[in-house]
């Protein structure tokens, strides 16, 4: 009893020495030395595979670890050695009653894996974000859930039936065309199927399109169902990236991009399905325009009823009074000046608007877009580099700062305002409401009231016009809150 103790000990420390701690040694006490022990390629040695206890590490990786030693070229070309070798080291094995080496399984030590692990193809060491769910996996790991676009066009029939929002649809298309667009929190996607959420943020385009598939399908019969927008908004905190950290893992992926607007173009029509017209044989057909480049037919299609003949044997000419067409506007933003280190350049983004998203944005304004990255080769027709410029396409657009026409005054807020006005204290109230976690300063307060409401404008009799605007001018000693309060003012009064 007392060698086997010793040659456990001798072996425990041994191994510690030679594996480092985290290293679990699994065994019984080693069998007797064998007169011809066969050879173990696993681990090199030229004992018998009884002699060595089985070791696993079961810190970070489910799967079972072999020490690192030297294995022979020879061996590790033949994976059929492992159970010659076991089956070698069992029939020369002597009959003992003392158990065997006992080789844990791996699926006792492995955490259980759960719909996030699953997607992203990585063990659950740690509760992901959406982020990392969504984030293409290594080569080799990719086990998405795939969704079959009919299967994503019942789902989200069933979303909106379940959502409440089959009513919205219905009212929609009443009110087509002033109002054309669903909006869709991202939260309650997100609720109702994880999986599916997490598809659309690395297949949008196939989400989207089933979703407007879906929205036709449950609208009231009319033109106006095929032309409701699907959009989606409110994307968690970890999927909005900075213009600064856009990167080629981002191609393709719905992500949502904060920046301030830099400049807008004009609001102008982009075809989406041009119509030619055959010169040869009269026939009109169709030419899709997916990106930033018109294409023209390659030849008279045949599936559409044309001659078949190509580019170079007939002319097409282009029917732009029945092509179908889209409001498109551009837009570039860029990095909000606050969180730029001292001596960085704002770096700036591309994106494209269309349809009832146009015309809504000005320069100048903080917003949030949410969309789909995307990359354009650059270089001319004969001479394209291998480097690419990105843009996004804009799904739903979300502004940090409500504008004042957009305030919905209820009867509620109308009343409560009707009964503070007649109120005689009414100016102490507004000079309290004004920045009230600084204490004091009650005339700086008053002054900026006074200059938040300001006067009449008036016209004196030989023609001339006074303002009624009221300008102020703090001046102090550093650090008493004069940056303070202006910076209340205007976000009070932009």
């Known amino acids: 009893m007392s060698s086997s103790g010793s040659s456990m000990t001798v072996a425990t420390r041994r191994l510690g020495r030679t594996f480092g701690p985290g290293w679990i040694l699994s065994a019984t006490p080693p069998a007797p030395r064998l007169k011809s022990p066969p050879t173990c390629w696993t681990y090199g040695c030229s004992d018998s595979c009884a002699r060595r206890p089985w070791i696993t590490n079961i810190l970070s990786s489910p799967r079972i670890e072999r020490p690192r030693r030297r294995v022979p070229s020879a061996a590790r070309a033949s994976p059929t050695r492992t159970a010659a070798c076991d089956a070698e080291s069992a029939a020369s094995r002597p009959a003992s009653k003392t158990l065997g080496p006992v080789r844990i399984p791996v699926e006792t030590v492995r955490p259980k894996l759960t719909h996030r692990s699953r997607i992203s193809g990585r063990e659950p060491q740690r509760n992901m974000t959406l982020s990392e769910a969504a984030a293409p996996p290594g080569r080799g790991k990719d086990v998405l859930v795939e ?8 789902k989200w029939e069933e979303f909106f039936e379940e959502m409440g929002y089959l009513s919205k649809i219905i009212a929609i298309a009443d009110r087509f065309p002033e109002e054309r667009s669903l909006l869709v929190a991202f939260d309650e996607l997100n609720r109702f ?29 009319g033109d106006e169902g095929a032309q409701i927008h699907l959009r989606v908004k409110l994307l968690p905190r970890d999927r909005r990236v900075p213009v600064r950290a856009l990167r080629a893992k981002h191609l393709g992926q719905y992500i949502a991009v904060e920046g301030l607007v830099r400049k807008s173009t004009e609001v102008r029509p982009r075809v989406t399905d041009a119509l030619f017209q055959c010169l040869r044989c009269g026939t009109i057909i169709k030419e899709p325009q997916d990106g930033q480049t018109f294409r023209e037919p390659l030849e008279c299609y045949e599936e559409q009823g044309g001659c078949k003949r190509s580019a170079s044997a007939t002319k097409f000419k282009l029917l732009t009074e029945t092509s179908l067409f889209v409001d498109t506007q551009k ?15 704002p770096q700036r983004l591309t994106l494209y608007l ?20 995307r990359s354009v080769q650059k270089g001319r027709p004969r001479e394209k580099s291998t480097l690419f410029d990105i843009f996004m396409d804009v799904n739903s657009v979300e502004k ?11 009867e509620e807020d109308a009343r409560l305002i009707r009964e503070m006005g007649t109120s005689p204290d009414i100016f102490r109230m507004i000079t309290a409401s004004i920045a009230p976690s600084m204490y004091g300063m009650h005339v700086e307060k008053e002054a900026l009231a006074l200059q938040l409401f300001s006067g009449v404008p008036k016209v004196m009799p030989d023609g001339r016009r006074i303002r009624g605007d009221i300008h102020v001018l703090m001046v102090g000693d550093p650090g008493i809150g004069k940056s303070e309060l202006l910076s209340y003012m205007s976000r009070l009064s932009p």
């Open 147 to 154: 969704f079959p676009q009919d299967e994503l066009i019942a």
């Open 193 to 221: 199927d994880t999986d599916m959420a997490i598809y659309l943020l690395r297949h949008p385009l196939n989400v989207l399109l089933a979703g407007e598939e879906a929205i036709r399908r449950l609208a009231p019969p």
């Open 331 to 345: 837009l570039e933003i860029q990095e909000a000046p606050e969180g730029l280190r001292g001596g960085e350049e």
């Open 354 to 373: 269309e349809d009832d998203l146009t015309g809504r944005i000005t320069p100048g304004e903080r917003v949030v877009m949410n969309g789909v990255l």
């Open 400 to 410: 940090e700062q409500v504008e004042f026409e957009e305030i919905e005054v209820t």
